[in-house]
């Protein structure tokens, strides 16, 4: 079974900083890369940040750029969001998922900006 367990969510003034965590099973982790999305009240959802199944290279959507950082633990299965500064833009609902065509969803973790 391919679970993606999102967490570290909550409510947070502007400027402050969140870490995500999606911890993963039921797949080879370290074949795959990996990508943050959110979607944000009436919006579609988006991809925030990507990063390759080694680590090594890593993208982030143009709003995001220089704020956050995507990273992954090949050995305990998981990625992190590390988010800084943030906005009330960035308020959303944040979800993890490999990158391939077919896609498993979790239940995502709720960001929320204030201020």
């Known amino acids: 079974q391919i679970l993606f367990i999102e967490s570290g969510g909550g409510l947070v003034h502007t400027g402050g900083s969140l870490r995500l965590t999606c911890r993963t099973s039921?797949?080879?982790?370290?074949?795959?890369?990996m990508s943050w999305y959110r979607r944000a009240p009436g919006k579609e959802r988006e991809v925030v940040a990507s990063?390759?199944?080694?680590?090594?290279?890593?993208t982030y959507a143009e709003s995001v750029k220089g704020r956050v950082t995507i990273s992954r633990d090949n050995f305990e299965k998981t990625v992190y969001l590390q988010m800084n500064n943030l906005k009330p833009e960035d308020t959303g609902v944040y979800y993890c998922?490999?990158?391939?065509?077919?896609?498993?969803w979790g239940q995502g973790t709720q960001v929320t900006v204030s201020g």
């Open positions: 998922q490999w990158d391939v065509p077919s896609q498993v």
């Open positions: 039921g797949f080879t982790f370290s074949r795959y890369g």
């Open positions: 990063i390759t199944n080694t680590g090594g290279t890593t």
